[in-house]
Structures are given as structure tokens and as C-alpha cells.
């Protein structure tokens, strides 16, 4: 992918390409980590710029091509996490399903089990500790049928502890995902454990592209 | 003593018209509230400006000249009237409907303000978390939006309806002051203060007209409460 945009006095160009099955953006907060997934999932239009995941381009600016956010399928985790806090929490997982008119299946108990959320179900978003409520994020956008996973800093939020308790998920689920992953954070912890490729971001340009060796 | 006297026919008449007459002018005046609501908090057009001093129009101008202005319009006569007489058969003028029609309009800025504000309100980075979950605006409006605005939508009608439930100017103007097709309870106290005798008839009505403005307030506080509740404020 390659990107341009201006934001205010904020300029982000980064062009970076990568075949890892998880890709790591990392860089200080202002480095511009969240425009690139916004741009990716379709909630900003660059100026100009390709995006592609594989062989679907979702954004050419010079072949006018820009797929709307709801049929690009990149599913996305937010750092507050954004449950719908009117739906319970099996209705978040099968929010994406429920409006592709799919029923929730056996995928759902496939992704429940994954993420330890069975005991959940019937509990609204606010009743929820910020690990839990990160993991139902999490479920959400598995269950949504995606062909890619954006996940933006999902660990930010929590304390050490939190943290601890959700990266073994995350290794799960890294390990069984069949689609490209993109992770953002500014920890290098959680980078080393679960990317391959990392794009260092500053400024809003890429400073760096690395392989993590394992 | 008075008031333990059960209520005459036309006393009841004038009660259930009003119900009646608040209702459905309030609920048919809620998806074009909501639509409005939704433009002015969402949507960027040319004469935004002059759409919003329009929609709040009734809530500054006399009661009277809303009521002339309907009159105008929706008479048998009127522009509007008669196409839609001739097109569909609905007739406005001196009928329950017109009546409707008049406290519809008078409510309709409170619906709209009320409705707008929640809008606005609504965190927009759901509808966004929604359209990355496959939603297109109008399912994202329908799932997410509408429903966060519940409490919002809840105290606009209740607004609307307290209005529309005391509105007299635009309506005696409008479609007059007629036993059983126009005579709300507003309508009804006036008259009854018009004739000799009648203060015992005017002051229960008077005292329906304050219980049943209390009431509409308790339910709705009520209503919004339970929604806030689950919601998660």
C-alpha cells in the first residue's frame, strides 16, 4: 500500500508492502498508525494512493477506484474497543453476521471458545472488565467474515496485568487466522511476540521496515 | 364537589379528541421530525440555515398566523388542500384531522429540536465500528443510531404531545370550534369560560388537562430512565 494525505498541518506518506501473515505498524502516538487503519478499513479517503490486501484493491486513486468501509470486509478492533453498548454481548459478536443475514453458526462457538467468551454472552458491554470488553471486540471482527484484521493498539488501554491476560489470545489467534493481520502498537513487547514484518512509522513517514527473527 | 361529579359527554368528548388529536398528530409528525433532525445534525446543504429558521417557525410565530397560514394552505381551497382532496380524498379543513394537522405543525420544532441534540450527540465512532462490520449508512442508522437516540426521540415526543395536547390558537383558528370534530379540551375550557355557569365544567377540564400533562412527563421519565439504564448512559 501507498498513501498520501494531508490532515490539517499533519502530512502522512507511507508506502509500504508486506507478506507476512502479521504485519506490525509501530511508531510514537502522532506517528500517524491509526490514519493508516482508518484508511485501510475505508473511514478516510486518502488524496491519493493505492491500497490492495492480496490481489482486492480497495483504494487507486488514479484509477478512481474506492471500495465503501461496509463491503470492504478488513475488520477492524479499536482501542476503546466500540461495543455497541445497546446490544448484549452475544449481539455485538454477531452484529457483522446478523447484517450480512448470516445466522451465527457454529463459527460462533468456534470464536467464543477462542477467546473464552461463552460465559459472556448475556452481559451488556458496561458490565464488562476492559480485557473482556477488548476480546468481544476482538470476537466481533473475527465473526464478521473478514478477509483482513486491523487491530489499533487493542492492548493500549489495559494496565499490565490486562495485558498479560489478553496477549496468549492474541498468540492464539495469530497462530489459527488465515487472513493478514496488521497490528498497531507502540509496545515493542507485543510487537516482538506476534508480528513477522514490522513498518516503523514517524512522522507520519516510514522510517524502517523490519523482519522479526524468532 | 364538583369534581367528583363523573364528567358530561361533552366533557369526555372533548378529552378523548384531544387524546386522540395529540396522538396521531405527534406520531405522524415523528419520521419527518427524525428525518429533519437527522439533516440538520448530520448533513451539510445550501439554505441550511433558512431550513432550520423554517422548522422553527411555529415555535416564534403567533399561534394565530400558524393557524391562518394552515388555513391557506390546507384549506378546501388551499394549494395543498385541494390536491390532496382530489388526489386522495383527505380533507383537512373543520375536520379532527386538520386539528391533528395544527398541533403536528405547533410541536413539530420541540420534536425536531429534541430529536436533533440526541443526534448530535450519538458517538460517531459506533457508526463508524458499524460500517466496518459490513453496515451501509442506512443500516448503521437504523441499527446504531436510532437506538442510541431512544431517550432523545422518547423526550421530543413527549414534548410534542404536552404541546400538541394544550394547543388552541393555531387550531380554533385553523379549523375552528367544533362539538365533536375540532373541540379539544383547550378549545373545550375556553368555551365553557365563555358561558355563564360553566366554571365548574371549565375547571375539571382544566384539572384533566394538568394530570394528563404530568402524566405524559412521569412516563417519559420513566421510559428514558429504563433506556439510559441500558444503554449505559
Aim: proline fraction near 5%; glycine fraction near 8%.
Amino acid at each position: 500500500m501507498a498513501v498520501q494525505k494531508t490532515l490539517g498541518d499533519f502530512a502522512l506518506d507511507v508506502r509500504f508492502r508486506s507478506t507476512a501473515a502479521v504485519t506490525a505498524l509501530f511508531g510514537p502516538s502522532g506517528a500517524g498508525k491509526t490514519s493508516i487503519v482508518n484508511a485501510i478499513a475505508g473511514l478516510l479517503t486518502p488524496e491519493r494512493g493505492h491500497i490492495a490486501i492480496g490481489d482486492a484493491v480497495l483504494f487507486d486513486s488514479k484509477k478512481r477506484i474506492s471500495v465503501s468501509a461496509h463491503r470492504r470486509r478488513v475488520r477492524v478492533v479499536f482501542q476503546e474497543s466500540r461495543l455497541f453498548p445497546h446490544l448484549n454481548v452475544r449481539q455485538n459478536l454477531v452484529y457483522g453476521r446478523w447484517i450480512a443475514g448470516h445466522s451465527a453458526g457454529e463459527k460462533l462457538d468456534e470464536v467464543a471458545k477462542l477467546l473464552g467468551l461463552e460465559a459472556l454472552f448475556s452481559r451488556r458491554p458496561r458490565a464488562l472488565s476492559g480485557g473482556e470488553r477488548q476480546r468481544v471486540a476482538i470476537g466481533r471482527a473475527l465473526l464478521a467474515d473478514p478477509t483482513a484484521l486491523l487491530l489499533d493498539e487493542p492492548l493500549a488501554s489495559l494496565d499490565a496485568a490486562r495485558k498479560q491476560e489478553i496477549i496468549p489470545y492474541l498468540e492464539r489467534l495469530v497462530a489459527t487466522a488465515r487472513i493478514p493481520i496488521l497490528y498497531v502498537s507502540h509496545a515493542r513487547e507485543e510487537i516482538e511476540r506476534l508480528a513477522g514484518t514490522v513498518v516503523m512509522l514517524d512522522g507520519g513517514r516510514v522510517k524502517a521496515v523490519e523482519e522479526v527473527k524468532r | 364537589m364538583d369534581a367528583v361529579i363523573p364528567f358530561s359527554p361533552d366533557e369526555l368528548e372533548a378529552i378523548r379528541l384531544s387524546l386522540k388529536v395529540a396522538t396521531i398528530g405527534t406520531l405522524a409528525s415523528l419520521p419527518v421530525g427524525a428525518f429533519a433532525a437527522y439533516a440538520l445534525a448530520r448533513w451539510r446543504f445550501p439554505g441550511k440555515i433558512l431550513f432550520d429558521g423554517f422548522v422553527h417557525l411555529p415555535l416564534v410565530l403567533p399561534p394565530v398566523v400558524t393557524g391562518y397560514l394552515l388555513l391557506i394552505l390546507f384549506g378546501r381551497r388551499g394549494p395543498i388542500g385541494a390536491f390532496l382532496e382530489s388526489t386522495f380524498g383527505i380533507v383537512f379543513s373543520f375536520r379532527w384531522t386538520g386539528a391533528a394537522l395544527a398541533a403536528a405543525v405547533m410541536g413539530f420544532p420541540l420534536l425536531v429540536r429534541a430529536i436533533r441534540l440526541s443526534f448530535e450527540a450519538t458517538d460517531r465512532r459506533l457508526e463508524d465500528a458499524a460500517r466496518t462490520l459490513g453496515a451501509n449508512r442506512f443500516l448503521v442508522f437504523l441499527t446504531v443510531t436510532l437506538p442510541l437516540a431512544l431517550p432523545g426521540i422518547l423526550a421530543g415526543l413527549v414534548l410534542a404531545f404536552a404541546k400538541a395536547l394544550g394547543e388552541f390558537g393555531a387550531t380554533i383558528t385553523f379549523v375552528s370550534n367544533i362539538p365533536g370534530e375540532t373541540r379539544t379540551l383547550p378549545t373545550a375550557i375556553y368555551t365553557y369560560t365563555q358561558v355563564p355557569g360553566r366554571d365548574a365544567n371549565a375547571a375539571r377540564l382544566a384539572a384533566v388537562a394538568v394530570v394528563l400533562s404530568l402524566l405524559a412527563l412521569v412516563i417519559s421519565e420513566f421510559l428514558s430512565r429504563r433506556i439510559t439504564a441500558r444503554i449505559g448512559g
